[in-house]
Nanobody
Framework: QVQLVESGGGLVQTGGSLRLSCEASGRTFSSAAMGWFRQVPGKEREFVAA??????????NYADSVKGRFTISRDIDKKMLYLQMVSLQPGDTAVYYC?????????????????WGQGTQVTVSS
């Protein structure tokens, strides 16, 4: 059974930093794209960042709203996915979800990802 478990969320002040982690289990995702989405109550899930499978030419993909502030990375051996977030703003407040695909392309469409974690709350105070 595939499981994605997020951790690292919390409360931070504007301008602060957080590092989200996602532990994958149940299968190997080294050749598959993984990523992060976020959601605010009452709104659709929003793409944040994705990283391609090993060997895929397009390594990373970011939403314009987080470019230059967020960095996605993965540790294949540890089956971990990370999202380093700096210069956080109140608009970044959301539940952040770890996702994994069956394919290698780091796409921005939610429907491209078959596997979703339960989410971790990030709150940025002003």
């Amino acid at each position: 059974q595939v499981q994605l478990v997020e951790s690292g969320g919390g409360l931070v002040q504007t301008g602060g930093s957080l590092r989200l982690s996602c532990e994958a289990s149940g299968r190997t995702f080294s050749s598959a794209a993984m990523g992060w989405f976020r959601q605010v109550p009452g709104k659709e899930r929003e793409f944040v960042a994705a990283i391609g499978g090993v060997g895929w030419s397009e390594r990373e993909n970011y939403a314009d709203s987080v470019k230059g502030r967020f960095t996605i990375s993965r540790d294949i051996d540890k089956k971990m996915l990370y999202l380093q977030m700096v210069s956080l703003q109140p608009g970044d407040t959301a539940v952040y979800y770890c996702v994994a695909s069956d394919g290698p392309r780091p796409q921005a469409r939610a429907g491209s990802y078959a596997y979703w974690g339960q989410g971790t709350q990030v709150t940025v105070s002003s």
